[in-house]
């Protein structure tokens, strides 16, 4: 892991990437400080120990220069989705079969991102399941910045069961003893099951009613999702005409986060080629509207979650208040 931390720190290194790199080795410590702790029974110390050597592994592939940086920063996003479960493995007071299934799921992903079958269809799914299974693990305790309230156990219980289904497929997918046949109705299922995890996530949003931020608040929550999803990487050509005209000669590498600075801006956060942190005001009912076009309503719950529900509350906003509409987020 110190291995890994190393390397993410050169300048090259996005600081999504690095972000993603950061938060499974803090999720891995977890796990190894359970491994050394008598008090967790030894079953789950040996699944543990093995957990963390294929967690590491995955991470490699992160860093790989070999590996298409494109790969690299989507291995590194669902390996730091996955690996927010563990806090909940660790739990003695997670159910047996909740933990099994986490287990099995934070397992299935980690050899699957680093095995060979990659298409960009099983990369999203993989995401998808990364980021089902990071929101139905949450807390308010061991996801304060994750924006979300802790799942109810119904909800909760629901979209693992799925999400832990749909590892089953993958793994079939990713079988080098599977024919074509098998693999071609694996995909054909997980695609089928991608659809229904998208309306469990979005049924366990709406279960928690609409947020209550007010609009500055939640636009900062919905972009900076979506900035540090999968979609980050079409974002610095969709935004270019948005940014300061000073960032332009250099161009954007990649967009970090924003902040809240009123209700119709928000302190933008972006990293430029030459590796240089800038921040800027961006109005807030423009740039919504060209992250809409990025992530438009079918793609919401699968590429950010729970968090779908501040872009949806942001879009409401701007409809209410300023008569803006924002692509599909209200349909």
């Given at each position: 892991?110190?291995?890994?931390?190393?390397?993410?720190?050169?300048?090259?290194?996005?600081?999504?990437?690095?972000?993603?790199?950061?938060?499974?080795?803090?999720?891995?410590?977890?796990a190894?400080?359970?491994?050394?702790?008598?008090?967790?029974?030894?079953?789950?110390?040996?699944?543990?120990?093995?957990?963390?050597?294929?967690v590491?592994?995955?991470?490699?592939?992160?860093?790989?220069?070999?590996?298409?940086?494109?790969?690299?920063?989507?291995?590194?996003?669902?390996?730091?989705?996955?690996?927010?479960?563990?806090?909940?493995?660790?739990?003695?007071?997670?159910?047996?079969?909740?933990?099994?299934?986490?287990?099995?799921?934070?397992?299935?992903?980690?050899s699957?991102?680093?095995?060979?079958?990659?298409?960009?269809?099983?990369?999203?799914?993989?995401?998808?399941?990364?980021?089902?299974?990071?929101?139905?693990?949450?807390?308010?305790?061991?996801?304060?910045?994750s924006?979300a309230?802790?799942?109810?156990?119904?909800?909760?219980?629901?979209?693992?069961?799925?999400?832990?289904?749909?590892?089953?497929?993958?793994?079939?997918?990713?079988?080098?003893?599977?024919?074509?046949?098998?693999?071609?109705?694996?995909?054909?299922?997980?695609?089928?099951?991608?659809?229904?995890?998208?309306?469990?996530q979005?049924e366990a949003?709406?279960?928690?009613?609409?947020?209550?931020?007010?609009?500055?608040?939640?636009?900062?929550?919905?972009?900076?999702?979506?900035?540090?999803?999968?979609?980050?990487?079409?974002?610095?050509?969709?935004?270019?005409?948005?940014?300061?005209?000073?960032?332009?000669?250099?161009?954007?590498?990649?967009?970090?986060?924003?902040?809240?600075?009123?209700n119709?801006?928000?302190?933008?956060?972006?990293?430029?080629?030459?590796?240089?942190?800038?921040?800027a005001?961006?109005?807030?009912?423009?740039?919504?509207?060209?992250?809409?076009?990025?992530?438009?309503?079918?793609?919401?719950?699968?590429?950010?979650?729970?968090?779908?529900?501040?872009?949806?509350?942001?879009?409401?906003?701007?409809?209410?208040?300023?008569?803006?509409?924002?692509?599909?987020?209200?349909?």
């Amino acid at each position: 892991m110190t291995t890994t931390l190393e390397a993410v720190k050169d300048p090259e290194t996005s600081l999504r990437d690095r972000q993603g790199v950061i938060e499974s080795v803090g999720h891995l410590t977890i796990a190894l400080t359970a491994t050394g702790d008598d008090s967790t029974p030894p079953q789950l110390r040996k699944q543990l120990t093995a957990l963390v050597k294929q967690v590491s592994s995955a991470l490699k592939v992160g860093y790989d220069a070999q590996v298409p940086s494109e790969t690299r920063s989507s291995v590194l996003l669902v390996m730091m989705r996955t690996t927010s479960a563990l806090d909940m493995i660790c739990d003695s007071r997670t159910p047996a079969e909740l933990r099994g299934q986490l287990l099995a799921i934070t397992g299935g992903l980690s050899s699957a991102v680093t095995g060979g079958r990659q298409t960009a269809s099983l990369r999203g799914f993989e995401e998808q399941m990364g980021v089902a299974q990071a929101d139905a693990t949450a807390t308010p305790e061991t996801s304060p910045a994750s924006a979300a309230a802790a799942m109810p156990p119904k909800h909760r219980n629901e979209l693992v069961r799925a999400v832990y289904e749909q590892n089953e497929k993958l793994q079939v997918f990713n079988n080098p003893e599977s024919s074509s046949k098998d693999r071609a109705e694996a995909e054909k299922d997980m695609r089928d099951r991608s659809a229904r995890i998208s309306d469990q996530q979005e049924e366990a949003a709406s279960a928690q009613g609409r947020p209550k931020d007010p609009l500055g608040k939640a636009a900062e929550t919905c972009s900076t999702a979506i900035f540090q999803s999968s979609a980050g990487d079409e974002l610095p050509e969709e935004l270019k005409d948005l940014v300061p005209g000073s960032w332009r000669p250099e161009g954007v590498k990649d967009f970090w986060k924003s902040k809240e600075k009123s209700n119709v801006l928000l302190d933008v956060l972006a990293e430029l080629e030459n590796n240089e942190n800038v921040r800027a005001p961006i109005k807030i009912a423009p740039l919504i509207m060209e992250l809409a076009k990025v992530v438009p309503r079918d793609d919401l719950w699968s590429t950010i979650g729970q968090r779908a529900s501040y872009c949806r509350s942001t879009a409401a906003y701007l409809d209410e208040d300023y008569g803006v509409a924002v692509g599909t987020w209200l349909e």
